[in-house]
Structure formats: structure tokens, C-alpha cells
């Protein structure tokens, strides 16, 4: 057996035991809220709302930087997971592996190719922009988006690996980004962050 055939029967032995071993009615609803939650627009209007203030309530009037920087991470994670990863490997999903479907408990629903996992890219780079601003809520932020990467497997939709690279592109992403933007971070941030 070559690594990548080995590589990819751990995968699917792993997301067997999530997707199966794990799942069941009882925790379905609560997984399919998480994994679509930036869908709802009240869950999306109290995060803002959240966001907002706490940023101003620590940064004052310069709490609009906060939203623009983590949308801008958050983004270009997107593009970088989507448009070009993607669009390049094009790895199926789960429940389209002709060979493997049958096996999937499918709970919820998703298109496009399956690696890497844009929900776990984004919410990775979420987390890491967010602790960025508020070191001290970064076990909630990185908890947070863990839940999110874990409900694609949980639901059906993503291979194990497709979220440990999703959230490891958001990860870099964010922090390349404000490495390369500390200098004039520091200024607005100051010792506060």
C-alpha cells in the first residue's frame, strides 16, 4: 500500500468513526445549527452585535478596524480556500465517493469539491484573528471554531483531513497576515491587546 492510499483509509476509518460512531438524532439539530450558523440571520446578527461591542467598549471609536480586519483574514482565507485550492484538487465529498457513499450518514448538505473545508478555514482564521484583539477569549474563539470543523464531519460532508487543513490554511492566513501588518496593528491596538 503507497502513503496516500494508507493516508487516505485513515481518513475514511476516522470519519467512519466520527460520522457513525458519533452520530445520532439526539445531537443531529445541534451539529446542523453549528455547521450552518453563519446562515442564520439572527445567530449572524448578535455575533455582530457582540463583536461590536466589545470592540468599541475596548478600542472606542476605532471598533469598525476590528470588524474590517477580521473580514479581511476571514476572506481572503475564502478565496484562497475556494478559488484556488478547491478549484485545483477537487477532491469528491464523502457522500459522492461512488465506493464509499453507502457508508456515509448523511446529515447534512454541501457542493463543490470537499479539501480543504472552507467552514473550517474561515473559522480558524476567525479565531485567530478575534484572539488577536482579545487574547483572553481565545480558548472560546479556538473551542468555537474546533465545534465548526468538527459538525462537517459530524454531518457527512467533509473527510477529516479536508477540516485539519482547512483549519490549518485559516491559522496561516491569519497569522501571516498580521505579521506582515504588526507594526501599524501595534498602533491601534496598543498594550491593551
Known sequence: MNPFDFLSSMDQWLFLKINQGLGTPTLDPFFLFLTDAHKNPAFVLLALGLLSFFSFKKFGKSFWKVLILVALTTGLTDLIGYRVLKKNIERVRPFQDESFKEQVRLVG?????????????????????????????????????????????????HYPLDVFFGALLGLFVSFLFFRIFKKKLKSFTGPKA
Open 109 to 157: 448538505m454541501a457542493h463543490g469539491p470537499s479539501f480543504p473545508s472552507n467552514h473550517a478555514a474561515n473559522s480558524f482564521a476567525a479565531a485567530a484573528s478575534l484572539s488577536f484583539f482579545f487574547p483572553p477569549a481565545r480558548y472560546f474563539f479556538y473551542t468555537y471554531a474546533g465545534i465548526v470543523a468538527f459538525s462537517r464531519v459530524y454531518v457527512g460532508v
